[in-house]
Nanobody
Framework: QVQLVESGGGSVQAGGSLRLSCAASGVTFSSACMGWFRQVPGKEREGVAVARFGGGGTDYADSVKGRFTLSQDNAKRTVYLQMNSLKPEDTAVYYC???????????????????WGQGTQVTVSS
């Protein structure tokens, strides 16, 4: 059974940094697409960054390229999202997500992801 547990959210001023963590169990990183999505009230959940660790690159949303970095620590079974130069528009609930990888690259399409964490709030004030 796949379980994803996020932590690391909080409040920060614009220009600051946060690191989100996703503790994963029941999933082999090299066999799964994993990453982060975010959602604000009234809007659809959007893919922020996804990757298949051990093969292929990372797909970032244009709005976070150069500011956010997706990484993983296989020994700790944890996926991270380092968020730098945060902006008020980054305010959202952030969700860790995973799906089994079959072929090709990992897409940021929300509909493809099977497993979700409970979400962690990130608030960026101006």
């Amino acid at each position: 059974q796949v379980q994803l547990v996020e932590s690391g959210g909080g409040s920060v001023q614009a220009g600051g940094s946060l690191r989100l963590s996703c503790a994963a169990s029941g999933v082999t990183f090299s066999s799964a697409c994993m990453g982060w999505f975010r959602q604000v009230p009234g809007k659809e959940r959007e893919g922020v960054a996804v990757a298949r660790f051990g093969g292929g690159g990372t797909d970032y949303a244009d709005s976070v390229k150069g500011r956010f970095t997706l990484s993983q620590d296989n020994a700790k079974r944890t996926v991270y999202l380092q968020m730098n130069s945060l902006k008020p528009e980054d305010t959202a609930v952030y969700y860790c997500a995973a799906r089994w990888w079959y072929d090709g690259t990992c897409s940021r399409s929300r509909a493809l992801y099977t497993y979700w964490g409970q979400g962690t709030q990130v608030t960026v004030s101006s």
